[in-house]
Structures are given as C-alpha cells and as structure tokens.
C-alpha cells in the first residue's frame, strides 16, 4: 500500500498534471528541434531525431525535472524547460542505443519500429550521437530560449551532474554492468547497483536539476537526492516486473524478453512477490522524505505512487 500522508491526500489529478506537462516539453522539443537544425531540415538525421523524440513517450524524468522546481517553492516550469528538455533527449539517446542490434536488439519502442528498424543501424547510432551533444546544446541556450537568465553557478552544477549521470558515472556503466552480466548470476547488491546506475542515475539528476534550478536550499535539494535514489531503483524494479506482467499492446515495447535474453533481474534475483514488495517499501521510503514539503511537492508523491502502479 502506498502511503501518502492523509494531509497531502488531495484531490490532485495526477493523469491531468502528466498530460499537462508531457504536452509542454513535447511542445518544446519540437520547437527546438525546428529553431536549431535548421541546416538538418529534411535530412535524414533530422528525420530520425525528429521521429524518435516523437515517440510516445512517458516523459516521465523532464516530468520529475519540473515537479522538483515546484516542490521547493519559487521554481516553476519556465525556469528548468531547458534541463527537462536535454534530459528527454539524453533518454531518448540511450533507448535508440539500447535498442540496437549489439545491445538488446529490441523491433519495438514507444509503440512503433525502433529507430534501427525505421531507418537502418548507422543512422540510429548517429541519431543518438546527435541527441546527446543536441542536449548539451541545449542546455547552454539559458536566456536565449526561454527569455530568463539562470545562475550561471546553478547552471553549472547542473550540466555537471547531467554529464556524470549520463557518462561512464552512471548510465553508460550500468549499461556496460548490464551487457557484460548476461548469462551469469549477480548478487542482489551487484543488481542493485546496476539499476542504480543504468536506470536511477539520470532520474536522480533529472530531481537534482530541478530543485537546484528551481533555487532549493540545501536540505531540500538533498531530501529530494534520497527521495530520487529511491525512485529510481524502484522505477528499475517495476520494468523488471513488467517485462514479466506487462502487455506488449500497452507498454509499446514486447515483454518477456528479460528472460530470453538471461537478463540479471529483481524477478529472477529474487522472485517476483519480493520484487513488488520491494518496489513498494522503496516508494514508502521516498515518500517520508518529503514530509518536509508541504503541498508543493504533490506532484512528486503521486508520481511516486504512480511508478509502482503503472502498466508501462
């Protein structure tokens, strides 16, 4: 069960809140697309990033990105569009990587034919090349988009932690924990860690941007680092799960490729009653961090209960 104080159990609609802000950053990442590849116009590469960011995506760590900023008062979409917007592009990068023929070999992403499928293997490497130096570009636009000049001293904490999440700090080794485990049992430790790195370290960077954007203090930017660490594991273990319970027609991507691919998951580590009550105290302890919130930090604790809860 979830647990969400009963002072914060609001009304708040959290499906309206998600559609709200997946129809923003879809918004801008189609108008920073057009404004800044104008010499790409109607190549290739441009066709392929365009189609890849276009999925149907969750959005789910821009998401965080921006619900971080609201949580520690005074933040507000405006002031971290930027960041939520690099992050989508650096996920959507590792998702067309993933995917790949080397790696998980994966037809389906986001309901239509991976990015190698659509186009052809060069043009999904290259497309992913493109995304991820096209966040750091994006980035360093500040004031230039979005009309508001950020602290340059925030600004760069944040690119730095972006960098390190994304890098050989945390997803590129979990990925590389990942390929290289294959066919072999992990510890529960050595998975945890490859989950936190693979999975949980650009959601953690996307809650850190957030709330350092945003302009949080130092005690809230740091109960929002342990209320992402542990979404972020927990977000891991129900893909695990659902790669086992999920419906292909729902989640946009097949299931049950886990276990033909011997893929080191909670499930197998631990069976799957233990791996959902894992995720859930995961979610409960999340949840107590943010009890010095107040209702700010809503969307945050429905997000939460909506990792868990969630078909894809």
């Known amino acids: 069960m979830i647990m969400i104080p009963k002072r914060f159990d609001t009304m708040f ?3 309206s809140y998600l559609a709200s802000k997946q129809k923003q950053i879809n918004l801008y990442l189609d108008n920073l697309l057009k404004k800044y590849s104008d010499s790409a116009l109607g190549s290739r ?20 990105c921006i619900a971080a900023a609201e949580a520690v008062k005074g933040g507000n979409t405006q002031d971290v569009i930027l960041a939520a917007c690099a992050i989508e592009m650096i996920h959507t990068y590792s998702l067309i990587h993933d995917d790949l023929p080397a790696m998980d070999n994966d037809n389906i ?10 186009f052809d293997e060069a043009t999904a490497i290259l497309t992913g090349d493109a995304l991820l130096t096209f966040a750091f570009q994006t980035l360093s636009l500040n004031k230039a988009e ?10 760069l904490k944040v690119i730095n932690r972006i960098a390190f999440a994304a890098g050989n700090g ?9 390929v290289s485990s294959e066919n072999r049992n992990l510890t529960i430790n050595e998975l945890e860690k490859m989950h936190s790195l693979k999975t949980g370290a650009l959601i953690s960077a996307s809650v850190y941007s957030g709330a350092v954007l945003g302009g949080g203090t130092d005690g809230q930017i740091e109960a929002l680092e342990i209320f992402a660490k542990n979404i972020g594991l927990a977000f891991q273990v129900k893909d695990d799960i659902l790669n086992i319970e999920g419906e292909p027609e729902i989640m946009g991507k097949a299931a049950g490729t886990d276990i033909i691919r011997n893929k080191n998951t909670y499930p ?8 959902k009550k894992i995720a859930q105290n995961l979610v409960n302890s999340a949840l107590k961090t943010l009890d010095c919130f107040d209702s700010g930090a809503d969307p945050l604790r429905h997000i939460a209960g909506y990792i868990i809860e969630r078909k894809k």
């Open 13 to 15: 609609d959290l499906n």
């Open 45 to 64: 590469i441009h066709d392929a990033m365009k189609y890849t960011l276009a999925g149907n995506g969750k959005r789910m760590r821009p998401i965080l």
């Open 109 to 118: 992403r986001r309901g239509k034919p991976t990015c190698h499928i659509a």
């Open 146 to 155: 979005t009309g508001k000049t950020v602290d340059s001293d925030r600004l």
């Open 170 to 178: 945390g997803m590129v080794e979990g990925q590389m924990m990942d």
């Open 268 to 275: 197998l580590v631990v069976g799957l009653k233990e791996s």
